[in-house]
């Protein structure tokens, strides 16, 4: 059997997690929508919000923080309350020390798989915040490696390739975001497998491409041990 080195996401392929921003973004377009905006609308500007804020900031919580404040000022303009802006930083804390909720089937699936391969976990947002969800989920025995970085394109692609000597033929991209995930991975040689998840976040959302290397989509992490 040859010995492949499979690249695995983290946040909605191993756990959960923009499940929890979106119940927050859901309470906050409800804090925000008496201020006479349609719900999409709000949406909207936090989408746009946020985009602009993580070309600056990066990822993560905070900066997800901080998009949720501008948002409300940008719209509450002067009806803009303090204690508003209190409750919505309280949430983002909360958010903030939220565990890891491993998805169904992961462990017995990275357990089996580390005995035939070569895992490299490749997650991408802030190193402390993503460091310390990696720790308290638990799974970082089941690697040889663990990167993160602040954006996974097709650059960062080759960057690990080069530092880790992977042989492209046998190099494997596992994860549910078409946009960090599966494109940039295909777009250098890579091989992928596309999990996904219902909850992927928007701003991840683009049409599968196809690439040089072989592409596999599977219902559910477990099905990996079908394929490796």
Not at 31 to 38: D, F, I, S, T
Not at 183 to 211: D, F, S
Request: charged share 25%.
């Amino acid at each position: 059997m040859r010995r492949n080195t499979l690249m695995i996401d983290a946040d909605d392929t191993l756990w959960e997690n923009n499940v929890f921003f979106e119940n927050l973004i859901e309470d906050f377009i409800s804090l925000v929508e008496p201020c006479g905006y349609a719900r999409a609308y709000i949406r909207h500007i936090l989408n746009e919000t946020e985009r602009k804020n993580i070309r600056q900031y990066g990822y993560g919580v905070r900066c997800f923080g901080r998009s949720l404040e501008e948002t409300y000022l940008k719209l509450a303009e002067h009806a803009a309350k303090r204690e508003t802006l209190a409750l919505i930083h309280g949430r983002v804390v909360d958010l903030e020390r939220t565990p890891p909720k491993i998805l169904d089937g992961v462990p017995e699936t990275l357990a089996y798989l580390t005995q035939r391969h070569r895992l490299i976990l490749f997650t991408k947002g802030e190193p402390a915040e993503q460091a310390a969800k990696v720790e308290r989920s638990g799974l970082q025995g089941f690697f040889e490696f663990i990167e993160i970085v602040p954006e996974k394109d097709h650059e960062t692609y080759g960057a690990l390739v080069k530092k880790h000597k992977i042989v492209k033929s046998l190099g494997w991209m596992i994860g549910n975001s078409p946009r960090s995930d599966i494109n940039p991975a295909m777009r250098i040689g890579l091989n992928a497998v596309y999990v996904p998840h219902q909850h992927t976040w928007q701003l991840e959302h683009e049409p599968v491409l196809a690439g040089a290397g072989k592409l596999i989509i599977v219902p559910a992490f477990r099905e990996l041990r079908e394929h490796f």
